[in-house]
């Protein structure tokens, strides 16, 4: 196609294209030129053919060829013209004139890592690349990283977006250069042709891209020969799903479902894609269809445009002419400014410019134009500040424009023109500049409110249609109002001012018309029919409220502006009220004292939540006292006219000024400041409303009132909610009498029957008659409790700057204290539990240290903070930002550390901050009349035994306020002695009927026991404030004696309560130890009975616990072994029946639960996977361990057929369950998977549990039998030559085909032996008898013998089968019982299961012995008996030839085809396999199963010798020394020299070159290195089998293995012996030099050796481990940005993944890199796990900062990552943005998962914990 391609383009020679051009440059008429030129060629170049025009076929072959071909052709005659000359060398010239770049403005990848700056950003949106922040200063300071999501660019360099330093050392150079024209730097003939090209290129680009004519081109673009094809383009929306679009596409175009898929791939990721290429008719026809299949009733159908074939090849060359412009621009400082005129030159029509144009038209894009648009106008305009001032301009001009038509938009707002906003409103001078000129303030708000509210008679009203529907789009002018906010200006002028006002007054219309929204009734009677809607109304609130603090911030400026403001919104205020109904005012009388309150009951009329014009004045007023200022000020309350003569002589100059130059008078407030009844009325419906609801006044309005008051307290919105709610309570409070304001706040809680004694004289507390009168009192005891808390909070709260005289760190400071007061938090626990400022800061970090001490964490755990012990005394039961929840649980932390810490049990209330002068009156009311009549009356009715008007909570809070008055009062006398407080007086007053006798009559009282030491500390206090202010010595020394005697009094009753308490425990305990006693003595002979299972763990087996010690050093293998001294459980407990079993082989079979696994987690060759299973042998297993079969347990026992019967129950389940729920389990049935009914541990299969081999068929006599080592190999020796030579005649008289396995069939003994010398064949015959004589047989029943066979299946069917087969007890569905094999598989698993636990030992550290879990143990132990017992109840002929092969491999005689060379051959493997079978080397069709051999133990020390020295000769052949290994001199041993010599013998036997040769210390050492792995595994097997004590040595970390290990396991120290003669020593276990040389001369040795070190397995084997990590998350993050996927031409992957495995980065979680796995489309990591990790994977998600744990292809889990901040927490999702550092124990710990083979288990955890993840599609990651 490319040569197709390349042959039509003629007269395309560079040198006469540019001579053509400047001809018609010199003519003016290069357009024209470049017009022609461009129609001749681009139709040739881009959609020539469907190979090229079909998005899903466009080869890479055919993309790269389009890219040369648009270079060589279109581009490059373009740039020599541009340039005069070679491009490549004048661009590099034209660089040179640059000045060093003072701006980085790199333009971010998505994905790619961005740093804020917390202590210096301006704003959150200012960010560094990385390169720039590595190079600067902030590094050192508090940052905040996150990763882009594409669109932005590096601020570097701006300093405006900077507190300081805003220049990283890179663009440092910059400073200081005089500030020149760039374009009077170019060379004039280059700037003369750069305004020409430019221009056409960019008229050219904006003008195709805007074409709307699919059917044909511009005049002068038209081809001199036409063409008749089109395309049908389908273009990208975010309404439709993929599916959709799937579904569309294969109904249109008749493609399979995987095309489709790709389509749809390129329309999300290009938005566009040409689905159908051909003539006119069959395009229309797709389009039609396409049409019909997406339209629906709630959505339009999809955008599919017929375009004709040379359109779109002008539009993808003009896509290129953008990125072609954005390079060149690139180059020349010159050219970018040449290239920003140009774009924002007004044509002399008068037409819009281009960028103009393509702001309008940005919606009319795709996706991919649009992302180039944007990006060139950041790389050139943007990044020149005169241009980026006219950008704004233009761009605020058409503000109102663009937002309208982003709302109509399909597309998110990341690919938007609006998406630019944060570029230009985040610049303070630039943001001013538009204020001030442009109106900017007053654009963006009246923009809002005209796409969601209607003017009706003056006054906006919210749509809720609109709010509730488009509310996701219509929250970015409001985003757009908080950047333009996010600077408060230095200085102001008047037109500043003028502009913000006007700003502000549009901003109060939209608080207007949200004020009482969604206002609600009280249901009664009946429960309310529908939830109405509330969330638009909180979505707005939410999304508010952070400009409107902003503006509030941006008036505390400025005096003048403050009190403009106040005005505009008093006026506003009382607007509202006057458009409300009639207020009805009523008397209302308590305690003597009378106050005139509204007449509005909340339980009855209609209340709304949302009040943002009495919550913005509550914010103004405590700005006032910064200016002076206070509520009566008569400058907040002028003339209705301040443009009249007078107002302007009496007010201040800069007022005259501003008035002056106002054109239209500007009417702000009344004359008259609001009554204090103004200021109090609607918030306190609110929070009478709230309180109602806490009574459980409302239950009948649904749920959605109690999310309301959910979110009025929560910390997001209660900042400009409930806090400004109470502040507007306490500014009434300052201005009004106490006792008037207490009177209102009881006549709107409905308490004013309460409060004259109407309900205990049997009237009703509200006047509803629907409810009980058990309901009404229950209402009005809650109300009270609410009401009392409601003055704690009114009086109490302080910590706010302009209220109490406190900073906004006390603020914090308390914050903090209550919140660590509940428990101990993590540090983004206390984040969450703080509000946010502009800049998303809490303060936390500047006030944390200082009251709370951090824990760091361990392995699992987040870090957390500890309040210090000083700082519990600030703590208040009723801080009001406590929901009711932090309130219990704080009491109830605080009670239980004083009673550890013996302290009273009393949680007084705190000392509190003195209040600010405007607030100094708030006091007054813990003193007025009222308040102490209704505190006594509270304790009154508690002291009244009839009485049923009170709570314990009422008690509570009545003894709280008491102790705050008390405080009060003793701090105004120590501090301003001169202020009168007289609450002592007044609750002293009327003696026996006082506040103070009410107190003392409560002592003792077992009703408020619960709080007696708070009425203890009270009256306590109230003495001591007595003692204050009297000033009589007399009575002071009575008040103190009384104090004393009372203090006494109560503390003698403390004690007496406690000693009594003593008593009475240790009486309770010595009962129960004398019960005890009495029991052991009575059952003494049971006691002695059980002994051993008492001291027993109830595991099989049990390091450290024997129950014989040997007296001599324990041996495990030979005739010579020590004893069993294992402790075996004798009885197990099914844990289905709880039924007691007696482990024995006749008996019925009790099975463990285990999970089976295929792994690779040993394999040396990452990637290999096992591509045949029929024809794979796992006989003869490969040391790369590339595959293999784990095996695991949760340790619980059952009977065999309880758990069959458990397993038929799951299936019959799961059978009848609907096929809708079935994919939600956490465990696959059909494959025979189910969970431990105990502890819910996945499994799929059991082991059965079998008594030691020891206790059924014991070891013969074999010390009798005299056999050497030599003669026992020469007989083996014999055997093998012997059954090769059959076999080949056998093969010679039937000729079969090569190609088959060999079969090897062993001869019968006595051809053996006949040929022995006569004392060898005695005891070689001796050796392999076989017992098979009555009694000899082992007695296993009949289900045991069957659940070893479902064990050998479960192997066979994991190793062999993907997906594993079910099991017989599953579905009834049998693997091939007849396969030779299935034992093997059952020999591998035990084989690979002690590989696994060696590996996980030693990458712990932990010793061989001693350290093992009861699961491993119980594991291990079953696994290795059952393989024991296997051997000798399988086929003895199938046994037979499987020890006959493996036994060729070891002693090899004649080469034979698939015998592999010992290089290939897994030791350890082959040392178990020949264990189990060579007891059946010489058995025949007539022997039965079941019997044994007389030497075992013999067999096994001569195999043992046999095995290790064919290691060692692996790990001579595989040494790779080099001349760096070299050691210093150390001096020789004959050990040493005897390696050194066995090292060049074998060597020189392999024809191996030895070009370095190593010291005889270090092969020894390195030997002994090697050896070890195999010495520690044989170890564990054979203490397994044989239950001999583990040496000491082996059971403590950090000693010498080597010796002790080869004692255990009859090994001599001095390994070399067995290889070589050495002088002196035993020449019984040396293996011949034949063996050895035949092992090296064996076909396939030299081929593996000449391939190099790196195909061959290294020694000492290491551990294999997870991939190492950078300590730096961002380096993570980074390498994640510049991965591209593989499958869509280099374009940036949206969930990057990396395996942790083998480090891979894979495409997750799209369509783009899915593929095939058994028919079904599977992700990119689903896919890679069955390569890389046999369908188990664990991945890091890059972006999201997770682990993703994967086992098969419908489980999964997220889980931790390893990546933690500072304060000990992962971040997921980089929410907070702290820095994340790799936690190497949070790793280690993921190895061990990994390693241990435990993911399937916790993934299986992780779903049965989260219902969530079972309705993740796994399969798609």
């Known amino acids: 196609m490319a040569a197709k391609i390349a042959g039509n383009l003629e007269g395309c020679n560079v040198s006469i ?272 269809v396409i049409q019909k299949s997406t339209s629906s009733v709630r959505s339009k159908p999809l955008k599919v445009e017929v375009m004709h074939t040379s359109v779109c090849a002008h539009q993808a060359f003009a896509q290129k002419v953008l990125n072609w412009l954005g390079q060149v621009v690139n180059h020349s400082d010159g050219l970018r400014h040449i290239l920003c005129t140009t774009a924002l030159q007004q044509p002399p029509t008068g037409d819009p410019c281009v960028v103009e144009r393509l702001m309008l038209a940005d919606t009319a894009l795709w996706k991919t134009a649009r992302v180039q648009c944007h990006q060139i106008m950041m790389g050139s305009l943007l990044m020149d500040q005169e241009s980026k001032k006219q950008f704004s301009v233009l761009y605020t001009r058409n503000y109102p424009q663009v937002q309208k038509d982003f709302m109509a938009d399909d597309h998110d707002h990341g690919v938007s023109i609006i998406s630019l906003s944060v570029q230009i409103f985040t610049v303070p001078t630039l943001a001013r500049y538009l204020i001030m000129e442009h109106d900017l303030l007053a654009i963006v708000i009246r923009t809002f409110l005209d796409q969601c509210a209607s003017c009706r008679h003056g006054r906006y009203l919210l749509d809720r249609e609109k709010l509730q529907k488009n509310f996701r789009r219509l929250q970015f002018p409001l985003l757009d109002l908080k950047y333009v906010l996010s600077m408060v200006p230095d200085q102001w002028n008047d037109q500043l001012k003028r502009k913000f006002l006007n700003g502000f007054k549009i901003m109060v219309e939209l608080l207007t018309s949200m004020q009482g929204m969604d206002s609600v009734t009280r249901q009664v009677g009946q429960h309310i029919e529908m939830e109405p809607e509330w969330e638009s109304a909180f979505n707005l609130q939410i999304k508010l409220a952070p400009a409107v603090a902003m503006m509030a911030g941006w008036c505390a400026t400025d005096k003048m502006v403050l009190i403009d403001a106040f005005r505009i919104v008093v006026k506003a205020l009382l607007e509202i009220r006057g458009t409300a109904d009639t207020v009805k005012m009523c008397k209302r009388r308590v305690c003597d004292q009378e106050a005139i309150v509204v007449d509005y009951t909340v339980s009855r009329e209609p209340v709304s939540i949302h009040l943002p014009i009495c919550r913005l004045l509550a914010g103004l007023y405590l700005q006032l006292g910064k200016h002076g200022l206070t509520f009566n000020s008569p400058e907040l309350y002028g003339p209705l006219d301040w443009t009249s003569p007078q107002a302007r002589l009496s007010r201040a100059s800069e007022i005259a000024h501003r008035a002056s130059a106002c054109p239209t008078p500007l009417v702000l407030a009344r004359s008259q400041p609001p009554s204090a009844m103004d200021l109090l009325e609607q918030p306190l419906r609110t929070l009478v409303m709230i309180a109602q609801v806490h009574a459980e006044m409302w239950k009948r309005n649904g749920y959605s009132l109690f999310h309301q008051v959910y979110y009025y307290h929560n910390v997001r919105c209660r900042a400009e909610m409930q806090d400004k709610d109470i502040i507007m309570l306490q ?141 519990y005394k600030d703590y208040n039961p009723f801080f009001y930002h406590y929901t009711r929840a932090d309130q219990s649980k704080s009491e109830e932390a605080q009670l239980k550390r004083k009673k550890q810490e013996g302290e009273s049990t009393a949680c007084p209330p705190p000392e509190l901050p003195a209040l600010s002068k405007e607030f ?572 044994t051999i007389r030497g075992v133990a013999l067999n096994d020390k001569h195999l043992m010798h046999l095995v290790t020295a064919a290691h060692l000769v692996q790990i001579l052949l595989a040494a790779n020394f080099t001349s760096a290994d070299t050691p210093m001199d150390t001096e020789e041993t004959a050990e040493g020299s005897a390696w050194v010599k066995l090292f060049m013998a074998v060597r020189k036997e392999a024809g191996v070159q030895t070009p370095v040769v190593p010291s005889g210390w270090q092969l020894q050492t390195y030997v002994r290195e090697s050896v070890l792995p195999f010495l520690r595994c044989s170890a564990l097997f054979f203490h397994c089998h044989t239950g001999v004590q583990s040496p000491a040595q082996l059971q403590e970390s950090g000693v010498s293995e080597f010796e002790p290990l080869c004692q255990y396991l009859a090994l001599p120290a001095d390994l070399s012996s067995l290889l070589l003669q050495n002088s002196g020593a035993d020449v019984g276990h040396v293996v011949p030099h034949t063996i050895h040389s035949k092992w090296c001369h064996y076909p396939g040795i030299k081929e593996s050796l000449a391939s190099g070190p790196a195909s061959l397995v290294k020694y000492p084997v290491e551990v294999n481990r997870l991939v190492p990590l950078p300590h730096d998350y961002s380096d993570v993050i980074n390498r994640g940005s510049v991965f591209t996927c593989p499958r869509s031409d280099g374009d940036d992957s949206r969930a990057p993944t990396m395996c942790l495995v083998c480090g891979q980065m894979l495409c997750s979680q799209s369509y783009c890199c899915q593929t095939d796995l058994e028919g079904e489309p599977v992700g990119a990591c689903t896919a890679h796990i069955y390569t890389c990790g046999a369908g188990v994977g664990i991945f890091l998600r890059v972006r999201e900062c997770q682990i993703l744990l994967l086992t098969g292809k419908t489980k999964g889990c997220f889980y931790p990552s390893p990546y933690l901040d500072d304060y000990g927490e992962h971040d997921q999702g980089l929410r907070r943005g702290n820095p994340l550092y790799l936690c190497q124990e949070r790793y280690r710990k993921l190895q061990k998962l990994w390693l241990s083979h435990s993911i399937p288990e916790e993934v299986v955890h992780f779903m049965e914990a989260n219902a969530s993840f079972a309705t993740i599609e796994w399969q798609h990651l």
């Open 920 to 1491: 100094s009156s708030l006091v007054n009311v813990l003193e007025c009349d009222v308040f102490v009549h209704t505190i006594r009356m509270v304790l009154r009715r508690v002291n009244s035994s009839r009485s049923r008007s009170w709570t314990e909570a009422m008690v509570h809070r009545a003894l709280h306020l008491v102790g705050m008055a008390l405080n009060e009062e003793k701090r105004l006398y120590q501090t301003s002695p001169y202020i009168r407080f007289n609450f002592v007086k007044k609750a002293t007053e009327g003696g026996s009927n006082s506040l103070y006798s009410a107190l003392h009559d409560l002592l003792g009282k077992p009703r408020i026991q619960n709080h007696a030491d708070l009425l203890t500390w009270v009256i306590d206090r109230f003495d001591e404030v007595k003692d204050l202010k009297d000033q009589k010595q007399g009575a002071s020394d009575a008040q103190k004696a009384k104090k004393v005697s009372s203090k006494s009094k109560t503390d003698a009753e403390r004690k007496k309560k406690a000693e009594a308490a003593r008593k009475r425990r240790e009486k309770i305990l010595a009962q129960m130890s004398d019960m005890q006693k009495s029991f052991i003595r009575d059952n003494l002979e049971l006691f002695e009975a059980t002994g051993t299972e008492l001291s027993s763990s109830p595991s099989m087996e049990v390091e450290g616990s024997p129950m014989v010690v040997p007296s001599q050093y324990p041996v495990a293998v030979g005739p010579d072994r020590s004893p069993a001294t294992h402790v075996t459980l004798t009885t197990s407990t099914c844990i289905l029946c709880q039924e007691d079993q007696e482990v024995a082989a006749g008996n019925k079979c009790v099975v463990l639960a285990a999970y089976v696994q295929r792994s690779t987690a040993l394999s040396k060759s990452r990637g290999k996977v096992l591509e045949d299973p029929d024809k794979y042998d796992p006989l003869l297993v490969s040391p790369d361990l590339y595959h293999g079969v784990h095996t695991s347990t949760c340790g619980h026992v059952m009977h065999a057929d309880c758990w069959q019967r458990f397993y038929e129950a799951i299936v019959a389940r799961e059978q009848r369950r609907a096929l809708r729920f079935r994919h939600i389990l956490s465990y696959e049935v059909d494959r025979g998977e189910f969970l431990c009914p105990l502890c819910e541990t996945l499994s799929n299969t059991v082991i059965p549990i079998l008594p030691p081999s020891s206790t059924i068929q014991p070891d013969s006599v074999s010390a009798d039998i005299s056999l050497s080592f030599s003669d026992w190999l020469d007989g083996l020796k014999k055997t093998v030559e012997a059954s090769q030579r059959a076999m080949m005649k056998e093969e010679e008289d039937k000729m079969e085909s090569s190609d088959d396995m060999p079969v090897l069939s062993p001869c019968p003994l006595p051809s053996i032996t006949k040929n022995m010398a006569e004392m060898a064949a005695q005891g070689f015959q001796q050796l392999f008898e076989y017992m098979t004589e009555t009694g000899a047989q082992a007695p296993y029943s009949d289900s045991v013998k069957e659940m070893m066979k479902l064990f050998s299946r479960a192997t066979y069917t994991n190793m062999l089968h993907d997906p594993p087969l079910p099991t017989k007890f599953g579905l009834g569905l049998d693997p091939n019982d007849d396969d030779d094999r299935v034992p093997i598989t059952a020999w591998g698993t035990c084989a690979y299961t002690i590989r696994t636990l060696e590996w996980l030992l030693r990458d712990q550290g932990k010793p061989l012995f001693g350290s093992l879990s009861s699961r491993q143990a119980d594991c291990i132990t079953a696994l290795v008996r059952v393989v024991t017992v296997s051997g000798s109840l399988s086929d003895p002929q199938t046994i037979s030839k499987s020890a006959l092969r493996l036994l060729s491999a070891l002693l090899p005689q004649e080469p034979m085809k698939n015998i592999p060379c010992i290089l290939d051959l897994d030791m350890f493997f082959t040392l178990v396999f020949l264990h189990v079978t060579i007891s059946s080397l010489y058995c025949d069709e007539n022997t039965a199963a079941g019997g």
């Open 731 to 871: 500014v009434a409070c300052a201005q009004m009498d106490p006792n008037q304001f207490l009177i209102a706040l009881l006549n709107k809680f409905e308490l004013m029957n309460w409060i004259e004694d109407v309900t205990e004289k049997g009237g009703s507390a509200t006047d509803v008659s629907a409810e009980s009168t058990r309901d009404l009192l229950r209402f009005t005891n809650s109300l009270v409790e609410e009401f009392l808390t409601f003055l704690i909070i009114i009086t109490g709260e302080r910590y706010v700057p302009g209220i109490g005289q406190v900073s906004s760190e006390d603020m914090v400071r308390r914050e903090v204290i209550h919140q660590l007061c509940i428990s101990p938090m993590a540090h983004s626990e206390l984040s969450k539990a703080l509000p946010e400022n502009n800049n998303y800061e809490t303060g936390l970090e500047g006030v944390v240290h200082s009251v709370a001490s951090f824990k760091k964490p361990g392995v699992t755990g987040m870090g957390r903070y500890e309040l210090k012990p000083e700082f």
């Open 17 to 288: 294209i540019v001579q053509q051009l400047q001809g018609a440059y010199e003519r003016g008429q290069l357009k024209n030129a470049l017009y022609q030129y461009w129609a001749q060629q681009v139709p040739k170049i881009f959609f020539t053919s469907a190979e090229v025009a079909i998005s899903t076929q466009r080869t890479p072959d055919a993309v790269q060829s389009e890219e040369k071909l648009s270079r060589d052709v279109l581009f490059e005659p373009l740039e020599w013209f541009l340039c005069g000359g070679n491009p490549a060398a004048v661009f590099q010239q034209l660089q040179s004139l640059n000045n060093p770049p003072q701006l980085c403005g790199k333009v971010f990848k998505v994905g790619e890592p961005t740093y804020s700056c917390r202590d210096c950003c301006a704003d959150p949106t200012c960010v560094f690349c990385i390169e720039c922040f590595n190079k600067s200063t902030h590094k050192t300071h508090r940052y905040r990283m996150s990763t882009s999501g594409g669109g932005g660019y590096c601020d570097c360099g701006d300093v405006e977006a900077w507190k300081q330093d805003p220049w990283c050392d890179i663009h440092k150079q910059g400073l200081g250069q005089q500030s020149q024209n760039p374009i009077e730097k170019l060379p004039p003939d280059i700037a003369a042709r750069a305004w020409e090209v430019l221009k056409i290129a960019l008229q050219y680009a904006v003008d195709m891209l805007l074409w709307e004519q699919m059917g044909g081109l511009p005049q002068d673009l038209e081809p001199s020969v036409p063409q008749n094809t089109y395309v049908t383009m389908l273009f990208n929306d975010e309404i439709h799903t993929y599916e959709q679009v799937i579904n569309a596409l294969t109904k249109a175009i008749n493609c399979e479902s995987k095309e489709a898929v790709e389509f749809a791939t390129v329309v999300d990721r290009e938005g566009r894609s040409s689905v159908r290429y051909g003539n006119r008719k069959s395009c229309d026809e797709a389009r039609t």
